[in-house]
């Protein structure tokens, strides 16, 4: 019997999802950012604008238009308890980097992903204010600008902590144990060695899971680390990173397998060492992340 994934034309479903993101870009570079009441929202911190709403309403009457049989799961329109399935999924976040985009500062992406049998399958992520798209289908590589080949430079191997730069995020959460987990983890990871930290490089945070994704892709950031984020914010970076020869696990320790609504994440870029680098990192978190679990 033919798998789902053997009749679908993942090329065109690729280029149809970057048109979209151009459609999508437009909109958001145009909008002046105006927040909407809390609603679901959790806190003051997690903001969302009419403009993440109305892009998404774009996207998905677009996407539905185009492939009516196949499911959506938006940021915007998510309801709890929906269930990522095998079916495939288009996972959307409309603006990815909402608390960027209010403040205008220029790392927003747009994140169009497809999971097919809950594995991602097409991610393209585009920051309209740069014009940077980041793109990639699963076994034929991932592309900056389409043509350009990720990562961006010949990967040295992934020698230990202290020699790299590390990519996290504060997210909206700001209590409770998974707070406490990651800002204790961010000081252990930039202390120096006689104070008992790993001493690495540098800590980075773009604001957005997709570029965050994107960055290690590239090569530039060796690591991310994240718990709190959702299936729309990592799906699409997802496939960049794994095309571009990443690997990304569980943010907790211990699982080599993640799925792509795990909710915690830790991203290596390419390169000999990988493996070593994850259980390093592993080893500094403090404590364990309760999201997702
Ligand atoms: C945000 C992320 C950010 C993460 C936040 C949030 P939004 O997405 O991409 O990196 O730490 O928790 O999910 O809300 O801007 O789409």
Redesign the pocket.
């Known amino acids: 019997m033919p798998s789902i994934m053997s009749d679908l034309n993942l090329q065109e479903i690729h280029d149809f999802l970057i048109a979209v993101a151009k459609k999508a870009g437009e909109m958001i570079t145009t909008a002046r950012p105006t927040t909407v009441a809390a609603g679901e929202k959790k806190n003051s911190a997690?903001?969302?604008t009419e403009t993440?709403q109305a892009v998404e309403k774009m996207v998905s009457t677009t996407l539905k238009e185009k492939y009516p049989d196949f499911a959506f799961m938006g940021?915007e329109t998510y309801k709890p308890g929906d269930r990522l399935t095998a079916a495939p999924t288009f996972i959307v976040?409309?603006?990815?980097?909402?608390?960027?985009?209010v403040h205008g500062y220029p790392y927003?992406s747009i994140?169009l992903g497809l999971a097919v049998e809950h594995k991602p399958t097409v991610g393209v992520v585009f920051n309209p204010f740069t014009q940077t798209l980041y793109s990639a289908i699963k076994g034929r590589g991932a592309f900056l600008n389409h043509t350009t080949p990720l990562p961006l430079r010949d990967p040295e191997p992934l020698r230990q902590l202290d020699s790299a730069v590390v990519c996290v995020?504060?997210?909206?959460?700001r209590t409770g144990n998974d707070y406490k987990v990651k800002s204790e983890t961010f000081r252990k990871l930039c202390a120096s060695k006689e104070d008992g930290g790993a001493m690495v490089h540098g800590l980075r945070?773009?604001?957005?899971?997709?570029?965050?994704l994107c960055g290690v892709a590239s090569g530039a950031l060796d690591l991310y680390w994240?718990g709190?984020?959702?299936a729309?914010?990592v799906c699409a970076g997802w496939v960049i990173l794994t095309e571009a020869g990443g690997l990304i696990v569980d943010g907790n320790p211990g699982n080599w397998e993640q799925s792509v609504d795990g909710r915690r994440y830790l991203a290596v870029r390419k390169g000999e060492g990988q493996k070593a680098m994850v259980e390093e990192f592993w080893g500094w978190i403090q404590g364990k992340m309760e999201v997702g679990i």
Not at 93 to 101: E, K, L, M, Q, R
Request: glycine fraction near 12%; hydrophobic fraction near 35%; include cysteine.
């Open positions: 997690d903001l969302v993440d940021e976040d409309p603006i990815d980097g909402t608390t960027n985009f927003v994140s995020e504060w997210g909206s959460e945070s773009f604001g957005s899971a997709a570029l965050n994240e709190g984020c959702w729309w914010d």
